[in-house]
C-alpha cells in the first residue's frame, strides 16, 4: 500500500511544474505524507513475521520505504521528460535527506511499536500517529519562536516560504539528518537488545542478555538528547534570545522594540525605531485600531543571515500573534516596514491563535484578505504606479484575477504581482467607499461577502467600473505591468531554485566586473529557461561589454520577437548595450540609442538616468568622462563612494550648472548625511538642473534632506508643493500624502 500511495502522490505532483521534480517542495510533500504509512507498514511486517531476526524486520521495513520513495523518484524522472531538468542532483539531495531519511525512519518506528504493542489495530494507530505528533511538535515551534523554518525527523525540511527560490540545502540541515541517523540507530539497537523471536515479541529483560546493545541504544539516546538541546547553536532552530545574541543591537522606543545589528551607527537605530514608531500610529489612524503593546521589530544584515536566522531570505515576515516582524537592512525610510506593521496592527481584529483572517478562527488563514489590507493601508507607489494604477493596468491587459480566485488559499495558487495587487486594490477601495469600518468587518469575518453583505461579483463589477472610469495611466503603464504582471506563479515557474542559485552566482559576477562569467552564468539560466527576458538583457549588456557587439544585438533581436519581450525589459537590454558601447568610447553609437529610448515611454526614474547619459555625451570632455565615470565605470574596477564623489568633483570642476552637487546629494542622502546633503542639494536648485525630470527629483530630494535634519517646516513646504503640481504623478502625490503625515507625526511628539 505505502508504494500505491507513493506513486499515486507522484503522478499528482507531476501536475505541477514546481512539485513534479526532485525539489525541496516535492521532498516536503512526500515527507509529510507518506511517514504514517510507512510506519503502519513496519507494524504489519513484525506482524507477518514475528519469527524473524530484528535485522530481518528493520531491513525489510527500511527497503520498502525506499522502494516507495524509488517509485515516487522514477515517476518524476519519466515527468523530467516533458519539463526541464533543473538541479536533478540537487534535487535528489532534498529527496535523500528528506523523505530518504524520514520514511526508513518512521517505518522503523512500526517496528518497534509492532514489536512492543501486539495489538495490531492499537500499533498502527500509534505508528500512525508518531510522525504526525512530531510535525505537530514542529508547527508549534512555527507559532511559539521567531522561526518559520522546521527540520523535521519525519516532514524533511521546510524553508520557510514558497516566496523564496532560493533554497539550498545547508550545513544545519546535514547536521540534522545527522541527528536523524542517531535516532534511528537508538531504535534499532534498541530493538535489537530487547527482541525475542522466539517468544515473537520484545521483552525489556533480554537486555540483561545483551547489555552491550543496550549501553549503545542508551548512548545514542543520550546523544540525541543532547544534540537536540544545541539545536539553537547547530541552526535547527532559533529564538527570540539567539536572533537577538546574533544581531546584538537593541533599542527600545514609544511603540517599538528595534533588534539591529550592532555595528549600526545609534543615529541609524535611532531612526529605524522612529520609522517603526511613525508605522504603528499611522496604521491606527487609518485602520482605526489600537495596537496595545510594543511591535518588535528585528532588522538582519543580509538576506542570507535573515535565512539561516528565522527562515526567509528576501521575503519580509510578520508574526502578528508574536507581535514581530522581520526584515532586512535597507533604505530609509524602509520601503517595506509599513506593510508588515499593518500585519500586526491589524491582528488585534484578526481572529484565533494567529491573530489573522481566515476560517476556523483563522487557523486556514486567508491571505488574500491578509495582504489585500496590508497593501490596502500601506498605499504606496511602485515605479510612479499605485495599487490602483497598476490594477487597471492589469484589468486592461486582461490579466487580472477574478477575487474569487484569490480567496482564501487559492491566492497562494496566483502570480504574486497579480494577487497582491488586485486584493490591495480591491480593498483600497472599499475602504475609500464604504470606510475603515468594512475593512475591519472584512479582517474579522474573513470573507468579502460577510463583510459586504452583497454578491462579491457585484462588489468586484463596481470596483471594475472605478479602475476604468477614475484611475488615469500614464502611457507607460501598460508597458511596465506587462513586465511585472506576465511572470508566472511559484508553483507555474520553471526551475526557480536553480534559477535563483544562479542569478546570485550572476549577481557577484556583475559586481566583480567578470563580463566572462557572467555571459556563460546567463546562457546557464537561459538553458534551463529561455523566457527569462531580464536575464537576456544582462547577456545583451555582458556581450555588448565584451565588444561583442554582433552576438549582443543577436539578443535583443531574440527580446524584439517573436514573443516580443515586455519594453522596460527590451528597453533595459538597449540601455545595456549602449552603456557597453559608452564604456569602449562609441560615444555617438551609444548616444544615438538612448535618444531613441528617450522617445518611448517609460518609467520617470529610468527617463531621467538616460537624459543625464544624454547631457553627459552632448557636453564631451571632462564632464563626459566624469559621468561616465558614475554611470558606466570601466570594467575590474572599484566603484565605491569614495571614486564617485571623486569623480562628481571632476564634474564640479567642468560644470558650472547644479549636476554635480544634485549627484553628491544623492550620495550623501543614501547614507543619511542629511546636514552635508541639504547644501548640496540646495545648491543643485539654485544653480539649476539640465531636465524638467532631474528638477522634480531634486525637489523631492530636498524634502527628506530637510525632514531628516530636522527641518519639519521646509519639509512639509515642499512636500506640500508636490502635491499641488500639476505635473506630479499620482504616485508622487501618495508619496507626498505619506510624508506630510510623517510630518504632522513629528510635530505632535
Excluded at 584 to 601: K, N, V
Excluded at 696 to 723: C, H, K, N, V, Y
Amino acid at each position: 500500500m505505502t508504494c500505491a500511495v507513493a506513486g499515486l502522490l507522484a503522478i499528482g505532483l507531476c501536475f505541477s511544474a514546481l512539485l513534479g521534480t526532485p525539489g525541496p517542495e516535492s521532498a516536503l510533500v512526500l515527507g509529510v505524507i507518506l511517514p504514517p504509512f510507512c510506519g503502519a507498514m513496519g507494524v504489519r511486517i513484525v506482524d507477518r513475521h514475528r519469527g524473524a531476526p530484528v535485522g530481518v524486520l528493520v531491513t525489510h521495513a527500511v527497503t520498502v520505504a525506499w522502494l516507495a520513495l524509488g517509485l515516487a523518484v522514477a515517476i518524476f524522472a519519466l515527468n523530467m521528460l516533458r519539463v526541464p531538468m533543473c538541479d536533478p542532483l540537487g534535487g535528489l539531495a532534498f529527496l535523500a535527506l528528506g523523505p530518504g531519511a524520514a520514511m526508513p525512519l518512521a517505518a522503523t518506528v512500526g517496528v518497534v511499536v509492532g514489536a512492543f504493542v501486539p495489538r495490531v489495530r492499537l500499533a498502527t494507530t500509534i505508528a500512525v500517529l508518531v510522525p504526525l505528533v512530531a510535525d505537530g511538535v514542529e508547527v508549534w515551534g512555527f507559532y511559539a519562536t521567531p522561526a518559520i523554518f522546521a527540520y523535521a525527523h519525519f516532514a524533511a525540511y521546510f524553508p520557510g516560504t514558497l516566496y523564496d527560490p532560493d533554497v539550498t540545502i545547508g550545513g544545519a540541515y546535514v547536521s540534522y539528518r545527522v541527528l536523524t541517523l542517531i535516532w534511528w540507530g537508538a531504535l534499532v539497537s534498541g530493538l535489537a537488545a530487547t527482541w525475542d523471536p522466539e517468544a515473537r515479541r520484545a521483552h525489556v529483560q533480554r537486555t540483561l542478555e545483551r547489555w552491550q546493545l543496550g549501553v549503545l541504544s542508551v548512548a545514542l539516546v543520550t546523544a540525541g538528547i543532547a544534540l537536540e538541546s544545541e539545536g539553537h547553536r547547530l541552526g535547527h532552530f532559533s529564538t527570540v534570545e539567539t536572533i537577538s545574541e546574533a544581531l546584538g543591537g537593541r533599542l527600545e522606543s514609544e511603540r517599538c522594540v528595534v533588534v539591529y545589528p550592532r555595528e549600526t551607527p545609534r543615529s541609524e537605530a535611532r531612526r529605524l525605531a522612529d520609522d517603526c514608531d511613525f508605522r504603528v500610529r499611522r496604521v491606527e489612524e487609518v485602520l482605526g485600531v489600537h495596537q496595545p503593546v510594543p511591535v518588535t521589530a528585528f532588522f538582519f544584515r543580509s538576506t542570507e543571515e535573515k535565512r539561516a536566522l528565522m527562515g526567509a531570505s528576501t521575503t519580509y515576515v510578520a508574526k502578528p500573534w508574536r507581535n514581530e516582524v522581520y526584515l532586512q537592512i535597507s533604505d530609509w525610510p524602509h520601503p517595506v516596514l509599513f506593510h508588515e506593521i499593518v500585519h500586526v496592527v491589524a491582528g488585534n481584529v484578526g481572529r484565533g491563535p494567529f491573530r489573522v483572517s481566515g476560517a476556523m478562527d483563522g487557523v486556514l488563514a486567508s491571505p488574500g484578505i491578509i495582504e489585500g489590507v496590508a497593501v490596502a493601508v500601506a498605499w504606496d507607489e511602485r515605479e510612479g504606479l499605485t495599487p490602483h494604477q497598476w490594477a487597471r493596468a492589469m484589468l486592461d491587459l486582461e490579466l487580472a484575477p477574478p477575487l474569487r480566485s484569490i480567496e482564501g488559499l487559492q491566492f497562494l495558487l496566483r502570480p504574486a504581482s497579480q494577487a497582491y495587487t488586485a486584493s490591495g486594490s480591491f480593498v483600497r477601495w472599499l475602504m475609500e467607499t464604504e470606510g475603515a469600518g468594512v475593512v475591519r468587518r472584512l479582517y474579522l469575518t474573513g470573507s468579502f461577502e460577510a463583510a459586504l453583505g452583497r454578491p462579491l461579483e457585484e462588489a468586484e463589477a463596481e470596483w471594475h467600473a472605478f479602475l476604468r472610469d477614475e484611475v488615469e495611466l500614464p502611457e507607460e503603464a501598460a508597458a511596465l505591468a506587462r513586465a511585472r504582471f506576465e511572470r508566472p506563479g511559484i508553483f507555474g515557474s520553471i526551475c526557480p531554485h536553480a534559477i535563483a542559485n544562479l542569478r546570485v552566482e550572476l549577481g557577484a559576477d556583475l559586481a566583480a566586473g567578470d563580463d566572462d562569467d557572467a555571459v556563460q552564468r546567463c546562457t546557464e539560466i537561459l538553458d534551463l529557461d529561455p523566457g527569462q527576458a531580464g536575464t537576456r538583457a544582462a547577456l545583451a549588456g555582458a556581450l555588448s561589454r565584451l565588444d561583442r557587439d554582433d552576438e549582443a544585438q543577436a539578443q535583443i533581436a531574440l527580446l524584439v520577437g517573436p514573443p516580443a519581450a515586455a519594453s522596460p525589459i527590451l528597453q533595459m537590454a538597449m540601455q545595456e548595450r549602449a552603456d557597453g558601447m559608452w564604456r569602449l568610447g562609441r560615444s555617438d553609437e551609444a548616444l544615438a540609442i538612448y535618444e531613441s529610448l528617450l522617445a518611448e515611454p517609460m518609467a520617470e526614474d529610468a527617463a531621467r538616468q538616460l537624459e543625464v547619459r544624454v547631457s553627459a555625451i552632448e557636453a564631451g570632455g571632462a564632464q563626459e568622462v566624469a559621468i561616465r565615470e558614475l554611470l558606466a565605470p570601466p570594467r575590474d574596477e572599484t566603484n565605491d563612494a569614495a571614486t564617485a564623489m571623486a569623480a562628481i568633483q571632476r564634474l564640479r570642476d567642468a560644470r558650472s550648472d547644479g549636476l554635480a552637487p544634485y549627484l553628491a546629494a544623492r550620495q550623501l542622502l543614501f547614507r543619511r548625511r542629511f546636514e552635508l546633503a541639504l547644501p548640496e542639494i540646495v545648491e543643485a536648485r539654485e544653480r539649476g538642473l539640465p531636465t524638467e525630470r532631474a528638477r522634480r527629483e531634486a525637489r523631492r530630494m530636498e524634502a527628506m534632506i530637510r525632514f531628516g535634519g530636522g527641518d519639519l517646516d521646509g519639509s512639509a513646504r515642499l512636500w506640500t508643493e508636490i502635491l499641488r503640481d500639476e505635473t506630479a504623478t499620482e504616485g508622487n502625490r501618495v508619496m507626498a500624502r505619506d510624508w506630510l503625515a510623517r510630518v504632522r507625526w513629528a510635530r505632535a511628539r
